[in-house]
């Protein structure tokens, strides 16, 4: 078991019992809300490029379909799905992706399918030579993502086309410097980001 594993383990153990009632309100502010199940699912591609199943607090209407991006006040979002993403809080249960090895706390943010089929070869597995991680260094400066898209004519050819490669090279800069100290870096960003917003 190397140091970034032993590292999320220490982690995400005391956050998950730390966490578990939070778990529970919002679950169950999830119930009230809206009909539904209160975890969502959705295929993500990780580490050597191997596909597993992300799990989130659901944000959306159940059965919600559309394309596989939020834009703005996306009419799907329920009401307490709008605050859970607004403070990140429907992020949580990637903590039990952390603990079973499907993430790390910190790495290149995991793309569906679709989207990681755009990488460019070399790129494609550069970035992915990683655990892939519930925040980085895009998560960070694209926090606000939803809201850039919503002023976009064609917001997924847009994100293809502009947010994307960036996105790529943030990942490139994360897989060239990770160490522990860098997570910890990016870990105290990421809370003092959400605090802001």
Known sequence: MNGKRLFDLGCVIPGLLLCSPLFLLIALW????????IFFYQTRIGQYGEPFQIIKFRTMHHHASGIKLTIGQDKRITRC????????????????????GDMSLVGPRPEVPEYVALYPDGIREYVLSVPVGITDYASIEFSNESEILSHSQQPEMDYIQKILPLKLAYHQQYVSEHNVWLDLLLIGRTFKKIWQE
Not at 30 to 37: A, E, F, W, Y
């Open 30 to 37: 999830i119930k009230l809300d809206s009909r539904g199940p």
């Open 81 to 100: 799905g709008q605050r859970l993403r607004k403070y990140k809080l429907d992020e949580l249960p990637q903590l039990l992706n952390v603990l079973k």
